[in-house]
């Protein structure tokens, strides 16, 4: 079973615009990551948000997470044609995170971006 | 490079053939993954080990074994293919509550 959903599945935009992509979760969480997936390739880490934090950056991006609603958001700034690629957000339940960060993905979002 | 390498990179099976998926990591990380992903169903842990000794099963082990032979290899078996295990397998690594480093997928094809 899937623990997050992805809104929406897919986006496509201008460079230059920017990229919202949300994610909703369905139980308590250790924490929130968001990947990138570039087409055949294998995942890359993007950003990590605990469950006591709110609001995140690295670069261009920018995360925020709301557990009241179980719900994150991914915003990428100033979007480049490199940044089209899938996204998926994956979260840690709060109930697995005893001995291991085992994470469950959601099924992402495709985002294109047109030069 | 540091990070998860996987071999082999493609492979064609024949239904009943066996394999197994090879996975090391470099990084000293405690904590290692096996996922299998399929258009539209995202990504799928088929099985994890926490600490090298430990393996537990994830959301869709059947037909599948693993063993963690030392700290930096995390090997997944297939005893008797089906077409059902066509997939994208990922093997990935990380210490407890980090992001996970990926390596660069095996496409398996099983006919």
């Known amino acids: 079973s899937q623990q997050g959903e992805e809104d929406p599945q897919a986006l496509s935009i201008q460079e230059g615009e920017n990229a919202t992509m949300n994610c909703s979760y369905k139980?308590?969480?250790?924490?929130l990551q968001w990947y990138r997936q570039n087409s055949g390739r294998g995942l890359v880490h993007l950003i990590l948000i605990r469950s006591n934090e709110r609001e995140k950056h690295s670069g261009r991006l920018r995360v925020t997470l709301d557990t009241s609603k179980k719900s994150s958001s991914l915003l990428i700034t100033a979007s480049r044609a490199a940044d089209t690629a899938s996204y998926f957000c994956?979260?840690?339940?709060?109930?697995?995170?005893?001995?291991?960060?085992?994470?469950?993905f959601g099924q992402g979002t495709t985002l294109q971006v047109k030069p | 490079n540091a990070g998860v390498t996987q071999t082999p990179k493609f492979q064609v099976l024949k239904t009943g053939q066996s394999m197994t998926l090879q996975c090391a990591q470099d990084m000293n990380h405690n904590s290692m993954y096996w996922y299998r992903q399929d258009p539209g169903m995202g990504l799928r842990l088929i099985y994890y080990s926490a600490s090298e000794g430990t393996t537990d099963k994830g959301e869709v082990p059947n037909g599948y074994n693993v063993s963690r032979l030392n700290k930096r290899e995390f090997s997944l078996r297939l005893e008797s293919a089906a077409p059902s295990q066509t997939s994208v397998y990922f093997c990935?690594?990380?210490?407890?509550?980090?992001?996970?480093?990926f390596g660069s997928g095996t496409r398996l094809t099983v006919v």
């Open positions: 139980t308590s969480i250790n924490n």
């Open positions: 994956a979260t840690v339940p709060q109930a697995f995170s005893g001995n291991t960060g085992k994470l469950i």
């Open positions: 990935a690594s990380s210490v407890v509550g980090g992001g996970y480093t």
